[in-house]
């Protein structure tokens, strides 16, 4: 079964808005990660937060993570064309098995 | 080229067929996993393997048998493929640094008729 949950499934907008992507969970969790995907690619590394933390940024991204509500969100700021791909988050508990969900499809229009 | 490479990218086979897909990684990263991919599933792990000769099944592994006997390697393969196992294969890899973050390879697309 699947740990994360993204919402929306997909998501339209313009170029230069912001894109926000949310992801919830079931259980506890040690990091939670997000990973984009280009059409016919493999999975490309975001960004990762871990439990204790509650925001962190990377450029144009930004993750918040609220481990009371097991949710967290992805947002891209200023979005591009090239931004166009799919986002999963993923959840690890302990160890290196990390679980996905079955992501957000992004598409910026130019 | 370093990274992990998988082949075939793509393949068709008959039900009943056995079928293997190759991964090699280049860093001796120690985890390795595969994963499929299907729409609206998302990504499910099917094996893992935290070392040579030590692996361990995901969510879905049946139908499914992996090894490792070399750390840069860690095939999967379907012992008799069924139409259900049409799906997109992702082989990925942690560096030893315990960030957790998973590189993967390009995929294997495999269609079973």
């Known amino acids: 079964s699947q740990q994360g949950e993204e919402d929306p499934q997909a998501l339209s907008i313009q170029e230069g808005e912001n894109a926000t992507m949310n992801c919830s969970y079931k259980?506890?969790?040690?990091?939670l990660q997000w990973y984009r995907q280009n059409s016919g690619r493999g999975l490309v590394h975001l960004i990762l937060i871990r439990s204790n933390e509650r925001e962190k940024h990377s450029g144009r991204l930004r993750v918040t993570l609220d481990t009371s509500k097991k949710s967290s969100s992805l947002l891209i700021t200023a979005s591009r064309a090239a931004d166009t791909a799919s986002y999963f988050c993923?959840?690890?508990?302990?160890?290196?098995?990390?679980?996905f969900g079955a992501g957000t499809r992004l598409f910026v229009k130019a | 080229d370093a990274g992990i490479t998988q082949s075939p990218r793509y393949k068709i086979t008959e039900t009943g067929r056995q079928v293997t897909l190759m991964c090699h990684q280049t860093?001796?990263?120690?985890?390795m996993f595969w994963y499929r991919q299907d729409l609206g599933h998302g990504l499910r792990l099917i094996y893992y393997?935290?070392?040579?000769?030590?692996?361990d099944k995901g969510e879905v592994p049946d139908g499914y048998v992996v090894s490792r006997s070399k750390t840069e390697n860690f095939p999967l393969t379907l012992e008799s493929a069924t139409r259900s196992q049409t799906s997109v294969y992702f082989c990925?890899?942690?560096?030893?640094?315990?960030?957790?973050?998973?590189?993967f390879g390009e995929g294997s697309r495999l269609t079973v008729l």
């Open positions: 393997s935290a070392a040579a000769d030590i692996t």
């Open positions: 860093w001796s990263h120690s985890y």
């Open positions: 990925a890899s942690i560096a030893p640094t315990n960030t957790g973050e998973l590189f």
């Open positions: 993923a959840t690890s508990r302990g160890g290196f098995k990390t679980i």
């Open positions: 259980t506890s969790i040690n990091n």
